[in-house]
Nanobody, 117 residues
Framework: QAQLVESGGGSVQAGGSLSLSCEASGFTFSSYCISWFRQGPGQQREKIAAISRDDSPIYVGPTRGRFTIGRVNNKNTAYLHMYRLKTDDTAMYYC???????????RGQGTLVVVSS
């Protein structure tokens, strides 16, 4: 059964850093683009970053320049490294695997990030 499990969320002060992980199982991880999304309280879901099968990153939105996406295929894991966090970054973060970037053939349950001032 295909599964994505996010981890690494937590509470951090503004200006701090966190690294999220997205561990996959049950499908051929290397064949999929991995995307990260977030949804803050009372907000719509937002695209953050994606990394293609050939390791090309895509960044969108206000996190560009502060967040870095990566993947290690032999560990079936993708990462989102978040720096200079702001209170506006408070959200549930989740990863997805798709045949194309931003597609959600599979999606994890999410990990909560809370940034306090």
């Amino acid at each position: 059964q295909a599964q994505l499990v996010e981890s690494g969320g937590g509470s951090v002060q503004a200006g701090g850093s966190l690294s999220l992980s997205c561990e996959a199982s049950g499908f051929t991880f290397s064949s999929y683009c991995i995307s990260w999304f977030r949804q803050g309280p009372g907000q719509q879901r937002e695209k953050i970053a994606a990394i293609s099968r050939d390791d090309s990153p895509i960044y969108v939105g206000p996190t560009r320049g502060r967040f870095t996406i990566g993947r290690v295929n032999n560990k079936n894991t993708a990462y989102l490294h978040m720096y200079r966090l702001k209170t506006d970054d408070t959200a549930m973060y989740y990863c997805a695997a798709g045949s194309g970037c931003w597609a959600e053939d599979y999606r994890g349950q999410g990990t909560l990030v809370v940034v306090s001032s």
